[in-house]
């Protein structure tokens, strides 16, 4: 996460995870957001419209925020996030090798914010970034049916 946050200003990092009952996200980390906000938020439900990561979960796939206070998947968490400063949000689902969610990578910015190609890593946080850095590392393009060399 801190790799993330220090390459991207003004971006802060935080994961959940699935509870055991596959239908909600528990606090795995978030070393840079407030601790009543990511208390607030510990236990959401899994749903089409529940924020970003509950929406990136339900739907699993990337999703990107750019305004809390007037997307609709935020319509019932925009007064949490407004009022820890929470702006933006881009989400992606963290998957098992077999493809099973485990949770979400979450970025939140303080201001309205969606990725730009040419100014931030890839958008698809955190299994792109973590390939490029591999390969620029390795040389070696990682083994794309179980991710490692």
Not at 59 to 71: F, Y
Not at 113 to 124: I, L, M
Request: hydrophobic share 35%; net charge positive.
């Amino acid at each position: 996460m801190r790799l993330v946050e220090a390459q991207l200003t003004g971006i802060f990092g935080s994961v959940l995870l699935l509870d055991k009952d596959g239908s909600h996200l528990r606090h795995g980390g978030a070393p840079s957001l407030a601790k009543d906000y990511t208390t607030a938020i510990d236990g959401i439900a899994v749903g089409p419209k529940v924020g970003s990561c509950g929406t990136a979960v339900h739907r699993r796939e990337l999703v990107i925020v750019a305004d809390i206070m007037q997307d609709p998947l935020w319509e019932d968490y925009r007064q949490v996030a407004a009022a820890y400063g929470c702006r933006s949000c881009w989400s992606t689902p963290i998957l098992s090798h077999q493809g099973a969610v485990l949770g979400v990578f979450a970025m939140y910015s303080m201001r309205m914010r969606e990725p730009n190609r040419g100014r931030d890593p890839p958008h698809r946080f955190p299994d792109a970034h973590c390939r490029d850095r591999y390969r620029a590392q390795t040389g070696r393009r990682p083994d794309p049916l179980h991710g490692r060399p």
